[in-house]
């Protein structure tokens, strides 16, 4: 009996304290609505050289791309990737919003793929198991950087290096990479959902560019008769192909798995689909590799705060303070301390503690 009123309390206590987020938060977006305009413009310029700039007469070899993609990914991680023309690439769909604007803390707009103004676009998807956006981005910059080497200032820009926001898993769909999950995430034709996106902005024409398929479907099939991702969630936090609570699933990321920076996310959806732990298995039989040091973000961030001169300290108390909310129904465990908190970023990679898919675990032993 006592044992299920502190349940109920602790349920209780959660749920008020999550209102009360989603309350600083919708704060916080209506504040910065008049600043998501003119920072969108701001970005997008950067992709529109304006009437006052000749059209450049570049063509790119197709087979350059191509090599340049292969050299700039990580050793021995499988990708995918297309080339598409922009004009097809802004057709596809039909008619729909160019932009939109996300329900994370401060709302940014950001391009749908009928918003790219780009003569030719480059999206790629990268193999990888953990939530670490770095090594694409880096790809994607090598790329553009080889593009520009070649053919002159300006011909490419990579997401990351124009900080244009891109709704990344609209384009990739569109793109024909794959579809979308009822967990509102993007599932891979080859990966499933363990991949990371992003996109080469092309200011030229490439001499072979892949088809943009035509088929209107874009929800993943086997989610149809599936709902295991969605009782996944500890916080329900979507359904049906759409995110509903957006804050309380950026929120619910537990103190005591934060390093320098976070090392693991939640992932309880992806690690509970068995078409995408399927996919996994495959590219585990084709060779990709299994976690290392490369790929485990709180490694890695570690490094980059050492070599980027990006205090280790300030990240990791933004963080401690920002996220951690715990579980509904569970006790938290107490957070780390600075000094475990480095310890465990340069020594684990994968253990029973930190393998994803713990927080299923935990919800079983409740």
């Known amino acids: 009996m006592l044992d299920r009123l502190r349940q109920q309390v602790r349920r209780a206590t959660w749920h008020a304290s999550d209102e009360a987020w989603h309350r600083g938060w919708r704060a916080i977006r209506a504040l910065t609505t008049p600043l998501a305009r003119p920072a969108y413009d ?4 950067k992709l529109t050289p304006g009437p006052a700039v000749p059209a450049r007469d570049v063509v790119l070899a197709r087979a350059d791309l191509d090599g340049w993609l292969r050299d700039a990914a990580p050793p021995d991680v499988p990708f995918d990737a297309v080339v598409l023309d922009g004009d097809a690439l802004r057709a596809r769909f039909g008619d729909g919003p160019r ?7 401060h709302g940014k707009l950001r391009m749908t793929h009928r918003g790219i103004p780009s003569r030719s676009v480059i999206v790629l998807a990268l193999f990888s198991d953990v939530a670490a956006d770095y090594f694409v981005e880096s790809m994607a910059a090598d790329v553009a950087s080889k593009i520009n080497g070649r053919h002159g200032a300006g011909v490419a820009l990579a997401d990351t290096q124009a900080s244009v926001p891109v709704l990344l898993k609209e384009v990739a ?3 024909g990479l794959g579809t979308i999950g009822k967990n509102a995430l993007f599932f891979s034709r080859r990966f499933g959902f363990n991949c990371k996106l992003n996109v080469v902005f092309l200011d030229a024409a490439v001499d072979r560019v892949d088809a943009v398929p035509t088929d209107p479907a874009w929800k993943l099939p086997d989610c149809t008769t599936c709902n295991l991702c969605v009782e996944a969630c500890p916080v329900g936090a979507f359904d049906d192909y759409v995110i509903t609570r957006t804050e309380s699933c950026d929120r619910l990321i537990a103190g005591d798995f934060f390093g320098p920076r976070r090392d693991h996310m939640c992932r309880a959806c992806i690690t509970r689909c068995p078409v995408s732990n399927d996919v996994l298995k495959l590219r585990r039989a084709d060779g990709a590799p299994k976690r ?20 280790a300290f300030l990240v990791w108390l933004i963080q401690r303070f920002y996220y951690g909310s715990g579980l509904p129904d569970r006790e938290r465990d107490d957070k780390k301390g600075y000094t475990d908190s480095l310890t465990t970023a340069m020594n ?7 393998r994803d898919g713990w927080r299923l675990a935990a919800t079983r032993k409740r």
Do not use: G, I, Y
């Not at 973000?297 to 050492?306: C, I, R």
């Not at 684990?348 to 930190?354: G, P």
């Open 42 to 45: 701001e970005a997008r310029a």
């Open 99 to 105: 932009e939109r604007r996300s329900l994370h803390m």
């Open 292 to 311: 290392a040091f490369w790929d485990n973000e709180a490694q890695m961030a570690l490094a980059a705060n050492l070599f980027m001169d990006r205090p």
């Open 348 to 354: 684990v990679t994968t253990s029973e503690h930190t």
């Open 173 to 175: 769909v569109a793109a």
